[in-house]
């Protein structure tokens, strides 16, 4: 795989999906030169908030795996370093683990200008061409079985076998990495209804509008300020929304999806 500047190679574990909210817990990058040489950076992370029980089961990373774990304040520059000078790849690295980087990078006190980098995002190349997850593309490019497969190491060292079979396949002869920049994907978000103000986040929905946008759950203004509730059953909002908020003032609230139904006596 012949590349036009350096690249690092980027995959995250994290909390959740859900940037403004969510927090990393494993980051691990490959950095390849110019000359084929690699590099990695692979760090455990202290979220500083609790991992899911449900996250856990899909990463096999437990809150007392990382209590002992740096913060990611305590590594910022040294990612910062790692990543000077070069483009980036990853799978969903646009939508997903770049936006979270940066706003943890921001938090810190660091700085993440990764829109003035080339992106090479091999999901956006495989959803176009095979339209699946990582494991399969690694199946369907490199023709092995994921065996590490939410470990952030095993990703983004499949995410670079994935590349460079990539490269093969659709550069039309070519084995320049920038072969993979013509393919583009849609975005996807975990939202509620169709009116797209709530979104789900660690088993509550969350408001993306108003005072309260991407602070407090649905359950928490029920309970803290009621009276907010009541100004959107006052106001011009759709039947969705101010369902949903007369509900939240009688105490019900719709179950997470994937959540199991409440038991009935």
């Given at each position: 795989m012949k590349l036009s500047s350096e690249l690092v190679i980027i995959d995250l574990e994290t909390t959740g999906v859900w940037i403004e909210r969510d927090r990393i817990v494993e980051i691990a990058m490959i950095r390849l030169g110019l000359s084929g040489?690699?590099?990695i950076f692979h760090k455990r992370v202290n979220p500083g908030m609790p991992i899911p029980p449900h996250v856990s089961r899909l990463i096999g990373i437990r809150d007392e795996d990382v209590q002992d774990a740096p913060f990611f304040s305590a590594?910022?520059?040294e990612v910062g370093v790692f990543l000077?000078?070069?483009d980036f790849a990853g799978f969903n690295l646009e939508r997903f683990d770049l936006p979270l980087l940066q706003k943890e990078m921001e938090h810190a006190g660091q700085s993440l200008d990764w829109r003035s980098r080339r992106i090479y995002d091999a999901q956006k190349v495989f959803h176009v061409n095979e339209k699946r997850d990582l494991a399969a593309a690694y199946q369907f490019y490199c023709g092995k079985a994921h065996a590490q497969?939410?470990?952030?190491l095993g990703d983004v060292q499949a995410t670079c076998e994935i590349l460079r079979a990539q490269v093969q396949r659709y550069g039309k002869g070519s084995s320049d990495l920038d072969a993979l920049l013509a393919f583009d994907y849609k975005e996807i978000q975990d939202f509620y209804g169709q009116e797209r103000k709530?979104?789900?986040w660690n088993g509550d929905l969350y408001p993306v509008f108003g005072r309260y946008a991407k602070k407090w759950g649905l359950q928490e203004i029920a309970v803290r300020d009621p009276a907010y509730l009541k100004w959107i059953l006052a106001s011009d909002f759709s039947e969705e929304v101010k369902n949903l908020a007369h509900d939240a003032l009688e105490g019900k609230f719709p179950a997470a999806p994937g959540a199991l139904p409440a038991a009935t006596p």
């Open positions: 040489e690699e590099r590594i910022a520059r000077e000078g070069a497969a939410h470990s952030a709530f979104r789900w």
